[in-house]
């Protein structure tokens, strides 16, 4: 197989994305005072799924902000219609989602972002959550994990920007705190709808226990 330069597979590395990946960190580390409690562990190379509880809106930016690798992001569809933002949404790849019924388009772009060797962010509740609890996870991760053969990473999130209206999280300084835990383990010899639901409950679970781990723990985390 011929071998193409790093930088060419790389989104990282194509200038438009290093600048917004920039002017994001600042955003999101300053001005709304984003606090890693343990540090993203995705893979240098290759694919994997990220996932995570849904507070706001806000969301990807804070997750994308302490990790190298950029995120391809599964998107509610109706965020295309913001004008100002759904240019930047086309540079980054993300991907719209319809939410009315099976959205195949969706699912075959998401497996062509995994074939390409890159990270999808997913959101495995579907809509956000105002409360500090979970709302149903929606077995699609699990599936499309147990096709590809990709690791699963987990992330929990919290803050001030829960529960707030799009603009809101966008605009009013928030304090968010985000951890992260390694791959979830989980049994992936068949898409059997009960298989389906055992691995997604092992995702969900993977999610809540990073949000039960004491503080120090996290931090242990960090420098280990």
């Known amino acids: ?10 989104p990282e590395a194509r200038l438009p994305i290093k600048l917004l990946r920039a002017v994001n960190v600042l955003f999101t580390r300053i001005y709304h005072n984003l606090e890693i409690r343990s540090p993203a562990q995705l893979p240098s190379h290759g694919p994997a799924i990220l996932v995570c509880n849904h507070t706001s809106g806000l969301d ?16 509610a569809a109706e965020y295309f219609q ?27 772009a998401a497996l062509r972002a ?3 060797n890159q990270i999808l962010g997913i959101f495995p509740e579907g809509r956000i959550e105002t409360s500090c609890d979970f709302l149903p996870f929606q077995t699609g991760v699990a599936l499309m994990a147990i096709k590809t053969g990709v690791p699963v ?10 529960g707030k209206e ?7 300084p ?7 835990g390694p791959p979830v383990d989980f049994d992936r010899s068949s898409t059997s709808r009960q298989s389906l639901e055992a691995a997604t409950e092992r995702i969900r679970d993977a999610i809540a226990n990073i949000k039960k781990m004491p503080r120090s723990r996290q931090h242990a985390q960090d420098r280990g």
């Open 1 to 10: 197989m011929q071998r193409h330069p790093p930088n060419l597979l790389r």
């Open 60 to 75: 990807p930016l804070l997750l994308q902000a302490p990790c190298n690798r950029l995120i391809t992001w599964m998107m």
């Open 82 to 108: 913001l004008r100002s933002a759904a240019p930047i949404f086309r540079t980054l790849g993300v991907i719209p989602v319809q939410r009315t019924g099976r959205d195949s388009a969706s699912l075959r």
């Open 114 to 116: 995994l074939e390409n």
């Open 153 to 162: 990473y987990p992330a929990y999130l919290d803050g001030s920007q829960r």
């Open 166 to 172: 799009m603009l809101p999280a966008f605009l009013i």
């Open 174 to 180: 928030n304090h968010a705190t985000l951890s992260f």
